[in-house]
């Protein structure tokens, strides 16, 4: 089992950043694939990027690649995102999510483990 709660959520104008932190605890951090995900009112829940057990691949969907950034710190047992450059349409509650495998997982069925998401609101 795996416990995720993220943070870092918050209000930000168009153009800013905010860095979201997905804290795990209750087994073997390292072990696992983590991704994040963001689901925006009336939308279903989307792929934003996940990065594998070492950090050392990851992958991010086209629409916010070169703004969203995936890191993981395994010795924190924490995963962030980096936003940057924000915009009105990444409003969503963004959700970190973690799977025992090596490579990133993209779809939301593949994810065993979820947080309770916390709330990235831009203003235009």
């Known amino acids: 089992q795996v416990q995720l709660v993220e943070s870092g959520g918050g209000l930000v104008q168009t153009g800013g950043s905010l860095r979201l932190s997905c804290a795990a605890s209750?087994?073997?951090?390292?072990?696992?694939?983590l991704g994040w995900f963001r689901q925006a009112p009336g939308k279903e829940r989307e792929f934003v990027a996940a990065i594998s057990w070492s950090g050392s691949s990851t992958y991010t969907v086209g629409s916010v690649k070169g703004r969203l950034t995936i890191s993981r710190d395994n010795a924190k047992n924490t995963v962030y995102l980096q936003m940057n450059s924000l915009k009105p349409e990444d409003t969503a509650v963004y959700y970190c999510?973690?799977?025992?495998?090596?490579?990133?997982?993209?779809?939301?069925?593949?994810?065993?483990?979820w947080g309770q998401g916390t709330q990235v609101t831009v203003s235009s």
């Open positions: 209750g087994h073997t951090f390292s072990w696992y694939v």
């Open positions: 999510a973690a799977d025992l495998a090596v490579n990133p997982r993209l779809e939301v069925s593949e994810y065993d483990y």
